[in-house]
Each structure stands twice: as C-alpha cells, then as structure tokens.
C-alpha cells in the first residue's frame, strides 16, 4: 500500500468526516448566535456568527472539491484555468475572514473582560457591524490579484503563482497571514484575557463574560492545534525548495503534506464542538434552539389543517 494511496483515502475519510461535522456545527452556531438575544447583543458572538458563515462558504467549495479530486483522482485546478484562478480567489477571501473574525473575537474579550472602562467601552457591537464589513472589502481587494497572477505553470502542469514577485508574496501570505499573525494576535490576546478573567470579581454580567472567554480560549487551542503544523511544514517547504530530492522523498513530502492540509480543516470545522466543550451556557442555548425548532415544526402544519 503506497503512501500516495494511504493520503488520498486519509483525504476522503477525514476530509469527510471534517466537512459534514463542520456543516453541522457551524450550522448550529449560526443557529444559537443569530437567535439567542444575549448573543446578539455581543460583539464577540458576532464575530463568531461571521466566521461560521465564511467556514461554510469555505468548506463548500475547498473541502468538497479535494475530497472529489482524491475519489476520482483528478486535480482540478490543473485542468481548468478558472477554477485554478477562482479557488485561490475564493480561499484568500474567506480563510482571511474567518481567522481574523476569530483574532478580533479574541481582542474583544480581552477588552470586555478588562477593569478598565475605557477599554470595556470599546467592546461595542455597531462597531463589530462596521469591522466586519470593512475586513469583508479588504480582504476581497487583497484577493483580486490571485485572479491575474494564479494559473496553470506550464512546466509543472499544477496551479500555482506564476509571476516571480507574486509566488514570493503568496510564501509570505501563508506564513504570515495565514499562520504566524493570527496565531500571534490570539495568543497574546487570549493570555491577557485569561489574566483579566483571573483578576477580575466585579464584572456586570460576569458569568456571560466569563463563558464567552472561556469560548474564546479554547478557540485558540484550536487555531494552534491546526495550524502549527501547517507553519512548520510551510517553514520546512521554503527551506527546501531549491533542494534535489528523489521521488521517494518527494512522496514521503506530499504524503506529509496531505496530512497537515487535513489536520487544518478541523479549524474550519471545529468551533462549535470547542464551544460545545467549553462552556455549558452554549449548550443549554443549543438544546433550547433545537427543541424550539423542533415545536415550530410539529405546530406548523397542525394549525395550516
């Protein structure tokens, strides 16, 4: 059984098994942060609301393609050069989104947890509104540049940057931007949290506080969980490029490749069994909603008859 074999059923299983969880937790988060009136109210549980959102865009297109690609062996974007151009479009919008809605999730509970009033003053929810809107246009324009620079390499048959000064900003975005900031934001922000949290007794609201920063911390586990990996492998891929390697060693790397890639999905796919995990006020709000939808739909069609 050949390590190229092991990675494609590992890609299929997992990346299905990753997919069809992620469809149904970031549902349900969806679901509880839309309806649930303290939620609402939260700059932080926005920002939750709109990462689950960019999840399931995410996971739509780029989860379902690779596992598709991995059953019948076929790459897409070596074959077309739209969707080699409009999937890294796509990615660059949406995987920004979602990691910067959870670094601001994170910035905001360290300001809402803070004894400093000024500070608690500044976790308002109309300016998540406008964040939001703001980081969807900017990261929308960073994006459009991968429409014109993205395309099928004639040597290597693969998608991929093909202008020299746009593959060497496309090996800073995936360090930078992709793994080492956002990882940065939320651990600094997530350890100042943790210390308002330890310092603090008097907060308005404090066990809706501390729920939500507990949430938040354990999301950050998450992003380092599924993304350090990914940065070392990155790091590793940048080191080595211009090393001679044997096809055995580029396929023990692909192999490893493809397991990472996997490993990151359960980012995309995670929060809202993380927020299951970490915080009971979630889960009672989840049960609530489902039982409530549940009602709605018997009730429904007894008073249409």
Not at 49 to 72: P, V
Request: hydrophobic content about 45%; aromatic content about 16%; proline content about 2%.
């Amino acid at each position: 059984m050949s390590l190229t074999y092991i990675g494609q059923q590992f890609t299929i299983y997992g990346g299905m098994l990753f997919l069809i969880g992620g469809l149904l937790g970031n549902s349900t988060n969806i679901l509880v942060f839309s309806n649930v009136r303290t939620y609402r109210r939260t700059p932080c549980t926005f920002y939750f609301l709109a990462a689950s959102i960019a999840n399931i865009i995410y996971m739509s297109f780029n989860f379902t393609t690779r596992i598709y690609g991995s059953i019948y062996g076929i790459d897409f974007t070596s074959i077309s050069t739209n969707w080699c151009k409009i999937r890294q479009f796509l990615i660059m919008i949406f995987s920004m989104i979602t990691l910067t809605c959870s670094c601001l999730a994170t910035i905001d509970q360290f300001l809402a947890t803070s004894k400093n009033i000024r500070l608690r003053r500044l976790s308002n929810i109309k300016w998540s509104h406008q964040i939001v809107f703001i980081i969807i246009i900017l990261w929308f324009l960073h994006a459009i540049p991968s429409l014109f620079f993205f395309d099928i390499s004639l040597a290597t048959k693969k998608c991929g940057a093909i202008h020299p000064v746009y593959a060497v900003y496309n090996r800073i975005y995936l360090l930078g931007l992709l793994c080492f900031i956002p990882m940065t934001i939320t651990v600094i922000f997530g350890c100042f949290t943790y210390r308002n949290i330890r310092m603090t007794r008097g907060l308005i609201e404090q066990n809706v506080d501390r729920q939500l920063a507990k949430m938040t911390l354990f999301q950050v586990i998450l992003i380092i969980f599924s993304f350090t990996p990914y940065s070392i492998n990155s790091i590793y891929g940048l080191v080595t490029q211009n090393f001679v390697k044997d096809t055995n060693q580029l396929t023990k790397e692909n192999f490893i490749t493809t397991i990472i890639t996997v490993i990151t999905y359960s980012y995309y796919s995670g929060t809202c069994y993380i927020f299951w995990f970490s915080s009971d006020q979630f889960r009672r709000k989840v049960k609530r909603q489902i039982l409530f939808w549940r009602r709605a739909n018997h009730i429904t069609p007894s008073v249409a008859r």
